[in-house]
């Protein structure tokens, strides 16, 4: 696993004290790469970019967003699928520097880097 610096807007939290808007977590072997992202923004779309250099990553094989339009949603018994994975089509690799834009409370993954 490897743990990225982040640099992103705080916001306070009753329990945790400053908290950041963005949590990510990587790993990474020998030919391939996975980035685990966050937005906690509840309002807010966040774009983030990742240097990616070291990982000598050159493609993007699949970004997926777990999200739903209502921050709220979940998946209950009632209604299993509500909140699913899908496409981010904002998943862009160039110059070793990926980019993406998550929506607001967002948990979006990226692998094949």
Avoid: C, W
């Amino acid at each position: 696993m490897i743990r990225p610096l982040i640099q992103a807007p705080v916001y306070e939290t009753a329990r945790h004290g400053a908290a950041s808007v963005i949590d990510a977590v990587a790993t990474a072997d020998e030919d391939r790469a996975a980035v685990f992202l966050v937005n906690r923004d509840l309002h807010e779309p966040a774009q983030v970019t990742i240097d990616v250099r070291s990982l000598g990553s050159t493609h993007v094989t699949e970004a997926v967003t777990l999200a739903d339009a209502d921050v709220y949603a979940k998946n209950i018994f009632a209604e299993q699928n509500r909140v699913t994975p899908a496409p981010n089509t904002t998943a862009k690799l160039a110059d070793g520097v990926l980019s993406i834009e998550l929506p607001p409370h967002d948990g979006g993954r990226g692998k094949g880097l």
